[in-house]
């Protein structure tokens, strides 16, 4: 959208970054009739916007440790029981080896 507003000035300047950056403080556009907006703000918000869904995607890989996300599992096979984050469904027991659905233990 700001490359689009201001293509006419940065494609004929002799230092189109520049010129962009300057435009992107100057440039107004009316985004709705009677309110004015900067270009600058267009790239603020679509950067926080970004970065806000990196952030969520980071969180929702689960790449981030979590604290307080353990629980107390037990294998439906050897009914032992170890802890480990029990949103995962299938794991590998850790005492007999089998790929299992652990059983969530109360305390
Ligand atoms: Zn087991």
């Not at 403080?25 to 950067?47: A, C, H, Q, S, T």
């Not at 981030?64 to 439906?76: A, D, N, S």
Request: include cysteine; charge should be positive.
């Amino acid at each position: 959208m700001t490359l689009w507003k201001t293509w006419p000035e940065v494609s004929s300047a002799e230092n189109p970054f520049s010129t962009y950056l300057a435009l992107l403080w100057e440039e107004n556009f009316e985004f709705i009739p009677g309110l004015e907006f900067r270009l600058v703000y267009l790239v603020v918000v679509g950067d926080v916007m970004l970065i806000s869904g990196v952030v969520i995607w980071l969180l929702s890989r689960q790449w981030f440790y979590l604290p307080g996300k353990t629980g107390l599992l037990e294998c439906p096979f050897c009914k032992k029981r170890w802890r480990s984050n029990p949103d995962k469904g299938l794991v590998h027991c850790p005492h007999c080896r089998q790929l299992v659905h652990p059983r969530m233990v109360h305390k």
